[in-house]
């Protein structure tokens, strides 16, 4: 790749996998051009996309355009954090003109604006280069729909690479991108970052604006996000389009090394559901217990204590969201089988039971919080197995699909109830190439010490250099 600044060009390959901070700084250097960087993320897109699957729509013209532009204000002196690097937009979040399709052809009306996120984002000088493929209305912990069939994992192409966010993971794990939006409602931000070798951090509850929604997605559960290759471009992302926390930047949090910390560690699956957990992943969990003890920091087996009935109340908000959403598109008859049998048993999930959750909350919240006394993390696994095989649903009904998933995913989704921060942090590779991860989680509001404890792991064990086989 030539060098439009005459600085020595950087191998292609190495360049689409710099991750979001280093290629923020290239540009802001001039050592390679907005133009460069868009036109090197669209044409591995174009070589490599196929295979996976991950974009919806691409912007091939606008975002050529956009590069150009961002060169000039570069050129001119402009600053911008993220100024001529390209990102994807996950496709439940709003483009202004574009449909938000969230993975259905039930959708047909253009949005009217930008999501706030997409908007922060643009103001830092991103440049959106398309929207990634979603399971129906967000709601599978893989990322397959009838519409715009299945989203493949870059390391194995025959397994998933998560849901809902598997199109923005997907497309970041395979350098398509250096970071992509993502949202978490029972952990679609964790849960693809754990199957594409990624970082992925659930902020505070409120920390990233919704908006347009005023009244919180899922009754409250949904927040806002991205997956990077790294702690430090999720910190970077962070402090471009999350509300300021008290304690500083999330830049800063990320570049400042723990002091000895209290690590609660369990094996523990939440009530009610129960599964058993792959030794893979018990051996991710107990080797990064090992790592942090090796680090200096006290790690103890003390498992939550967790309320059965308050967390199926939780769930209740997820199919109620499930129910909101299919109703509140223009053809509600397009939607996929499985998704109205999730339709119909949201709406007999009485009200109450979603009222009851919310207003519980801060209870369930205080009652996790006691294991906060006496530890300042929780360490934990993010899935209860490695990766699915793509289209082990196929075919299967709403329950089914419901209770194989819960099955998979049984770790992330009670601290979208609570609200508090939770990272899926990368745990190394199986023999076989596929991802392994192990979950954080802090008490509420401390992204600061979630963020330094994950950057110690990640300078103890590397992951970002390593690439999938495309």
């Known amino acids: 790749m030539a060098g439009l600044y005459g600085h020595e060009a950087m191998d292609a390959a190495a360049l689409a996998y710099a991750g979001l901070s280093r290629q923020s700084e290239l540009v802001a250097a001039g050592e390679v051009s907005a133009a460069e960087l868009v036109d090197l993320s669209l044409s591995r897109i174009e070589a490599i996309d196929p295979r996976l699957n991950a974009f919806r729509v691409v912007y091939a013209e606008r975002a050529r355009t956009e590069a150009q532009q961002a060169d000039g204000r570069r050129g001119a002196g402009a600053e911008r954090p ?42 830092a000088g991103a440049i959106v280069v398309g929207k990634t493929h979603v399971p129906e209305l967000t709601q599978w912990p893989f990322t397959e729909s009838a519409t715009f069939g299945a989203t493949r994992n870059p390391w194995d192409l025959d397994r998933t690479p998560g849901g809902s966010s ?14 992509a939006t993502a949202s978490d409602g029972l952990g679609s931000i964790r849960i693809p970052a754990a199957c594409c070798g990624l970082f992925g951090l659930k902020a505070q509850k409120g920390r990233v604006p919704l908006g347009p929604s005023t009244d919180g997605e ?67 969990v107990e080797e990064t217990a090992a790592l942090l003890r090796g680090l200096g920091h006290t790690v103890e087996e003390r498992d939550p204590d967790y309320h059965a009935a308050a967390l199926a109340r939780g769930i209740a908000r997820y199919t109620r969201g499930i129910l909101d959403r299919a109703v509140q598109t223009e053809h509600p008859e397009r939607l996929e089988r499985r998704t109205r049998g999730m339709a119909r048993i949201g709406r007999l999930t009485p009200a109450s039971f979603v009222a009851r959750s919310r207003a519980e909350e801060p209870t369930l919240t205080a009652r996790l919080g006691r294991l906060w006394d006496d530890y300042d993390l929780l360490l934990m696994p993010v899935l209860s197995s490695l990766p699915l095989p793509v289209g082990k649903f196929e075919g299967r009904g709403a329950l089914w ?61 590397p992951w970002a250099d390593r690439q999938p086989p495309l």
Do not use: C
């Open 401 to 461: 699909t419901f209770n194989g998933a819960g099955r998979f995913v049984p770790f992330p989704g009670v601290w979208n109830v609570t609200g508090q921060p939770a990272a899926s942090v990368p745990a190394g590779w199986t023999p076989e190439g596929v991802p392994l991860a192990v979950q954080l989680v802090a008490r509420p509001g401390d992204e600061a010490t979630l963020l330094s404890l994950s950057a110690q792991i990640e300078a103890e064990r």
């Open 218 to 284: 899922w009754h409250d559960l949904v927040h806002y996000g991205a997956v990077t290759r790294t702690v430090r471009d999720t910190a970077l992302f962070l402090d471009v389009v999350a509300d300021r926390p008290t304690w500083g930047t999330f830049s800063e949090a990320a570049a400042r090394v723990p002091g000895q910390l209290r690590i609660a560690v369990s094996l523990a699956v939440p009530p009610p559901l129960t599964v058993k957990i792959d030794d893979r992943v018990r051996a991710a």
């Open 166 to 179: 598997g199109g923005s993971a997907a497309a970041v794990a395979a350098g398509l991108v250096p970071a």
């Open 82 to 123: 993220l100024l001529g690097v390209p990102i994807a937009v996950k496709d439940d979040m709003d483009v202004a003109g574009e449909v938000t399709a969230m993975g259905t052809r039930a959708v047909e009306r253009p949005a009217a604006a930008d999501s706030e996120i997409v908007r922060r984002l643009r103001e």
